[in-house]
C-alpha cells in the first residue's frame, strides 16, 4: 500500500517544482504525519541544492523541520496516536510518481510524512501551548543553542557572531540568555536588525566596516568566544582573528565536503581552544527551544521574513537561489 502527496522537488540543475509523491504506508514501527508547517535552512538546504555537501543523488527532497498532525500509526507504535500535534525531521522515502527514486535529504518539504519516531531524526509531540508555524523552524535555534551548551560562555563573557542567518540568530539568543556581552557580524542589514532583536548588543555590518578594528574598539584584546557561523571558508580566518588571547573559537557553521584550511599561527599564538558543535543537540535542545517559544522566551517571530503557502515555494526557492538578502526565515503553510 502506498499514499499519495506532494514535495518540493529539485533536480541537478537547481530546478524547483512541485511534484505528486508516493510515499509508503507506515511499516510497524512508524508513523505517518499530515504536514502543517514546514520551516526553510537556507544555509544547510542550499548547500545540499548546490552539491556542496551530498546526502543523495539528484533529484531531491530537501527540508529537515516541520510540525503536523499524526494521521496514522503503525502496530508496534504505542506513544503516539491519531490526532497527536508532534514536530518532525523529515520522510524515510519518497518517489516520484513515475517510480524514480527521490532522495529525502530529509524530505520534509512535503504534504505528508512517513517517518520512524523513536530515533534521532524522528518525531516528538509538541509541547503544550508551542506554536504550530513557529515550532516547525525548531532546528537552527536548536543548533544554536546547542553549540552554546557545548562552549558553555557565562554571564558577561564577550561573544562575536559571525555571520546572522538563522543558525547565528539562534546563537545570539541562547547567548542572551545567559547574560553575554553579543557583537553580530554580517553583511545584510535585515539580518542585522534582527539580531538587534534576538539580543546582539552591538551589530556591524561588514560590507560597510572594518570589522576587526570596529571589535577592538569594543573590546580592545579580543572576544572571549567568536562563532564562525557562515560557513564560508573565506571567513574563518577573519573570525579568528577578532578572538582574544586564550579565547575559543567555534566551528559553528558546516564547510562542506572540501577541505579547509585556516591561518594556523594566528591560532595558535593566541593559544585557542576550538569546538566542533554539530548536529541540534537532538530532542532535549529541540524540545528546550519549541518550550521558551510557547513560553514567550525565544521570540522567534522575529526571525521569520516569510511565511508562504506550499503553493509559493517553488518560486520562493528560486528566489532564494537568487540570493535574495530579503528572504531570511521561511515558513510553508501546507495545511490546517
Known amino acids: 500500500m502506498t499514499m499519495k502527496a506532494v514535495a518540493l522537488i529539485t533536480d541537478e540543475a537547481q530546478r524547483f517544482s512541485l511534484e505528486e509523491v508516493v510515499l509508503p504506508e507506515p511499516a510497524p514501527d512508524q508513523i505517518a504525519?499530515?504536514?502543517?508547517?514546514?520551516?526553510?535552512?537556507?544555509?544547510?538546504?542550499?548547500?545540499?541544492?548546490?552539491?556542496?555537501?551530498?546526502?543523495?543523488?539528484?533529484?531531491?527532497?530537501?527540508?529537515?523541520?516541520?510540525?503536523?498532525?499524526?494521521?496514522?500509526?503503525g502496530?508496534?507504535?504505542?506513544?503516539?496516536?491519531?490526532?497527536?500535534?508532534?514536530?518532525?525531521?523529515?520522510?524515510?522515502?519518497?518517489?516520484?510518481?513515475?517510480?524514480?527514486?527521490?532522495s529525502c535529504v530529509q524530505g520534509a518539504h512535503c504534504s505528508h510524512a512517513v517517518l520512524r519516531p523513536h530515533t534521532t531524526h524522528g518525531a516528538a509531540h509538541l509541547p503544550p501551548g508551542a506554536p504550530v508555524d513557529l515550532a516547525a523552524m525548531f532546528v537552527m535555534?536548536?543548533?544554536?543553542?546547542?553549540?552554546?551548551?557545548?562552549?558553555?560562555?557565562?554571564?558577561?563573557?564577550?561573544?562575536?557572531?559571525?555571520?546572522?542567518?538563522?543558525?547565528?540568530?539562534?546563537?545570539?539568543?541562547?547567548?542572551?540568555?545567559?547574560?553575554?556581552?553579543?557583537?553580530?557580524?554580517?553583511?545584510?542589514?535585515?539580518?542585522?536588525?534582527?539580531?538587534?532583536?534576538?539580543?546582539a548588543d552591538y551589530v556591524i555590518n561588514a560590507a560597510e566596516t572594518k570589522v576587526a578594528e570596529e571589535v577592538r574598539r569594543i573590546v580592545p584584546e579580543g572576544a572571549d568566544y567568536v562563532f564562525e557561523c557562515t560557513g564560508l571558508p573565506q571567513c574563518i580566518d577573519p573570525a579568528i582573528s577578532l578572538c582574544r588571547p586564550n579565547g575559543a573559537f567555534v566551528w559553528q557553521g558546516n564547510y562542506g565536503a572540501a577541505p579547509v584550511t585556516f591561518d594556523f599561527l594566528a591560532a595558535h599564538g593566541r593559544r585557542l581552544r576550538m569546538f566542533f558543535p554539530c548536529?541540534?543537540?537532538?530532542?532535549?535542545?529541540?524540545?528546550?527551544?519549541?518550550?521558551?517559544?510557547?513560553?514567550?522566551?525565544?521570540?522567534?517571530?522575529?526571525?521569520?521574513?516569510?511565511?508562504?503557502?506550499?503553493?509559493?515555494?517553488?518560486?520562493?526557492?528560486e528566489r532564494i537561489n537568487r540570493g535574495d538578502g530579503e528572504v531570511i526565515g521561511v515558513l510553508i503553510h501546507w495545511s490546517d
Request: with cysteine; net charge neutral; proline share 4%.
Open 33 to 73: 504525519v499530515r504536514t502543517l508547517w514546514t520551516g526553510v535552512s537556507i544555509g544547510t538546504e542550499f548547500a545540499l541544492i548546490r552539491n556542496k555537501i551530498s546526502w543523495g543523488p539528484y533529484p531531491l527532497c530537501v527540508g529537515y523541520q516541520g510540525t503536523g498532525v499524526v494521521e496514522a500509526v
Open 75 to 102: 502496530a508496534d507504535i504505542r506513544d503516539f496516536a491519531v490526532g497527536d500535534l508532534v514536530y518532525f525531521r523529515g520522510n524515510d522515502a519518497m518517489q516520484l510518481a513515475d517510480g524514480r527514486p527521490v
Open 141 to 199: 535555534p536548536a543548533v544554536g543553542l546547542a553549540g552554546v551548551d557545548m562552549v558553555n560562555p557565562r554571564m558577561g563573557a564577550t561573544v562575536v557572531v559571525y555571520g546572522a542567518g538563522l543558525i547565528g540568530q539562534g546563537v545570539i539568543a541562547a547567548c542572551a540568555h545567559r547574560g553575554c556581552v553579543i557583537i553580530a557580524v554580517d553583511i545584510n542589514p535585515r539580518a542585522l536588525e534582527i539580531a538587534r532583536k534576538m539580543g
Open 279 to 317: 548536529d541540534d543537540g537532538f530532542q532535549p535542545c529541540r524540545r528546550a527551544v519549541i518550550k521558551n517559544m510557547a513560553m514567550g522566551t525565544l521570540h522567534w517571530e522575529h526571525c521569520v521574513t516569510h511565511r508562504i503557502e506550499w503553493t509559493e515555494a517553488a518560486a520562493t526557492y
